[in-house]
């Protein structure tokens, strides 16, 4: 059987959305929001009518750690099927695996994202030992999880929120040997990291894919021969980033189209400011008021509420004007 191989381009990392607490309806627990299946797959089947070419549920942003196993699988099975009975079967899902690092939770987690539906299961490096973790730790770690796992997997580097741990270019080259590791989402700043293993020879590129998880950083990795991004910013403004992302990819480029690129990278880094100030919070706000999906009163504690009506005007004058243009621009 050939193994899946994600596609290239612009994944959304959703938020998980909830209903208001004063709605929801658990007994067991009331001080939780309970989680809104109705609208998680309206939200998505909006992302594939928008030309998304695929979704990360359960990822950093989706609040995958404040989600009890039978939440999770609830939530992607539900999406699977909104998006097969909207006209969207087989459409490109991965579910993040956010555990504290022990082997077996994470192949339960990936167990359960197959039964649900999903094709990929995007693995959080194991952090919890901050630099104890060594490469071939790593690779060993993820090797087996890969090896056991029922789904392809993708390695997931995010160094603020795993003790600083960041896998290094040599043991990407050793882990996309794997057959089952299929690419990486790297999330943070090292663009020569993106480039080195975007550009490794030793690598097979149609097998394993690059993305980033900044859509600061796309024109320049997607040029040198990253698969694209798992972006936040396409979360609230999915069309200004695909239509970078379709650009960008081409390889004849005349003038009005190099024009073009350098004004939507610009929109596009300058927007990406509003998310490095507010974070998890600015992206839910995002999506409610610019994309018109969720409520704000936020997610589960800590992460409850979002942003004030200051602080949403300040941010959206400093840094979302010209990409609230442009995305109206391209509805049309």
């Known amino acids: 059987m050939t193994t899946p191989i994600p596609p290239k ?6 938020p998980t959305f909830f209903l208001p607490l004063s709605s929801s309806s658990s007994s067991s627990t009331p001080y939780q929001p309970t989680v809104d299946i109705a609208t998680q797959v309206a939200y998505s089947v909006f992302l594939a009518r928008s030309g998304i070419t695929g979704i990360v549920l359960l990822g950093s942003t989706g609040e995958a750690i404040h989600l009890s196993s039978s939440e999770r699988i609830d939530l992607v099975a539900s999406v699977r099927k909104g998006l097969d009975d909207a006209g969207f ?19 339960q987690w990936l167990r359960e994202y197959a039964d649900a539906g999903a094709l990929w299961g995007l693995v959080l490096a194991p952090g919890y030992f901050g630099a104890g973790v060594g490469q071939e730790g790593l690779k060993e770690w993820y090797e087996t999880v890969a090896d056991r796992s029922p789904i392809p997997i993708l390695v997931y580097n995010y160094p603020g929120v795993t003790n600083g741990v960041t896998v290094l270019p040599e043991t990407y080259t050793a882990l996309a040997r794997n057959e089952k590791i299929v690419g990486c989402k790297m999330s943070h700043g090292n663009v020569s990291h993106h480039v080195q293993v975007s550009l490794d020879p030793e690598i097979d590129h149609d097998k394993f894919r690059v993305y980033s ?13 990253a698969a694209g991004v798992i972006d936040g910013l396409s979360a609230f403004f999915p069309r200004t980033v ?32 509003f998310i490095v100030r507010y974070g998890i919070l600015g992206i839910r706000e995002g999506v409610y008021r610019a994309a018109g999906y969720g409520n704000q009163e936020g997610g589960r504690m800590p992460l409850r509420g979002g942003l004030t009506e200051a602080d949403w005007e300040k941010g959206r004058k400093l840094f979302l004007e010209g990409i609230e243009a442009t995305e109206e621009a391209l509805k049309g």
Do not use: H
Request: glycine share 12%.
């Open 89 to 107: 079967p087989g459409y490109p899902l991965m579910a993040g695996v956010l555990t504290s690092g022990g082997i077996e939770e994470t192949l």
């Open 213 to 225: 998880g900044f859509g600061q950083q796309l024109g320049p990795i997607v040029q040198f021969g």
């Open 242 to 273: 695909v239509r970078l992302f379709s650009l960008v990819e081409k390889t004849e480029q005349d003038e009005a189209t190099k024009k073009e690129i350098l004004w939507l990278q610009y929109v596009v880094s300058r927007a990406e400011e």
């Open 9 to 14: 381009g612009v994944f959304v990392p959703s």
